[in-house]
Nanobody, 116 residues
Framework: QVQLVESGGGLVQFGGSLRLSCAAS????????MSWYRQAPGKERELVAG????????NYVDSVKGRFTISRDNAKNTVYLQMNSLKPEDTAVYYC?????????WGQGTQVTVSS
């Protein structure tokens, strides 16, 4: 059974940093494009960052460009999201997603709370 398990969330002050991890199991990780989404209370889930299967291409929503960095380690079946200069508006549940053609999986999410 495919599992995506996020970790690294928590409470951080304005301007602080967190590093999220998403560990995948029971799939050929190196085939999958990976992405991070977030959902704040009362808002729709939005794409935050994505990375291609080989890590050569990344993309970010404008609001996090220059602050967040997505990366992956295919040997460890893990994708990361380094979040710097955090703002209260970054507060949300963060989810990782794996996609390979019609196969798509979500993790269970990890809460990130940024205090002002």
């Amino acid at each position: 059974q495919v599992q995506l398990v996020e970790s690294g969330g928590g409470l951080v002050q304005f301007g602080g940093s967190l590093r999220l991890s998403c560990a995948a199991s029971a799939l050929t990780f190196s085939r999958y494009a990976m992405s991070w989404y977030r959902q704040a209370p009362g808002k729709e889930r939005e794409l935050v960052a994505g990375i291609s299967s080989d890590g050569s291409t990344t993309n970010y929503v404008d609001s996090v460009k220059g602050r967040f960095t997505i990366s992956r380690d295919n040997a460890k079946n893990t994708v990361y999201l380094q979040m710097n200069s955090l703002k209260p508006e970054d507060t949300a549940v963060y989810y990782c997603r794996a996609v390979f053609f019609r196969d798509a999986y979500w993790g269970q999410g990890t809460q990130v709370t940024v205090s002002s």
